[in-house]
């Protein structure tokens, strides 16, 4: 479910007839390039993610308006959306906008390309907004609580679900592999590091809980500060 913004620098053969070719820097985003594979291999950890979105759709009532964030090929947002007036659901890379549009359509659902850095709302648009295994991939993920915060109407909910750090092997080696393949923040986070995240930036935890998938994945319920709310206004 990703909407970072970064992006592969590859060398790309540029040829045009009765032109010389040249070689040039292309931007890859390699969410783009994992689109396809990325909606299958959520599959594998399915009984993870039936946890997750049960658990969101608990937080959610009939009448609301709900932003994803960070939404990949729609495989959480099909089943949320059932639980809404309508879903706003987005993701960075093009691709995997593509793929939810393509297999996971629903009446209620619009699924929109959008930086969850830069989200292209007005303020108080969302009764309540989710986000399920992005923010520990995001360069700045303060931001993306700010932008939510700004978005939310007040009393507005966030539900956030993300891996963290835990005592298994698995976690431990995914923690030291991950800084050299650009993504210092994952599993940076412990449950309890996690929640603090979301107090040092202003909002209050209401619920918390941690799922067992193919790695821990901690949920927190937070609702932003009515004067952080209204400094974003």
Known sequence: MQACRFALDVLHWEHAPGRRG?????????????????????????PGFRQLYRMIRAQLQ??????????????????????CRHLTATDYAKQMIRQ??????????????ADATNLPFEADSFDAAYTVNMLHIVSDPRRVLD??????????????????R???????????????????????????????????????VRRHATV????QISIVVATPAQNLSASKR
């Open 22 to 46: 040249t070689m040039r820097i292309r931007h890859i985003n390699p969410w783009d390039l994992a689109a396809p594979a990325y909606r299958r291999l959520l599959s594998v950890t399915y």
């Open 62 to 83: 009939p009448s609301m308006n709900v932003l994803e964030l960070g939404c990949g090929p729609g495989n959480i947002s099909i089943h949320v959306a059932e639980a």
């Open 100 to 113: 939810a549009r393509t297999y996971n359509t629903h009446p209620s659902i619009d699924y929109l390309q």
């Open 147 to 164: 932008e939510a915060a700004r978005v939310l109407r007040p009393h507005g909910r966030l539900i956030a679900a993300t891996f963290t």
């Open 166 to 204: 835990d005592i298994t092997v698995r976690s431990r080696f995914a923690a030291q592999l991950a800084p050299l393949v650009g993504h210092s923040q994952f599993f940076a986070w412990t449950d309890d590091t996690y929640r603090q995240f979301f107090a040092d930036a202003g909002w209050t």
């Open 212 to 215: 067992r998938s193919l790695f």
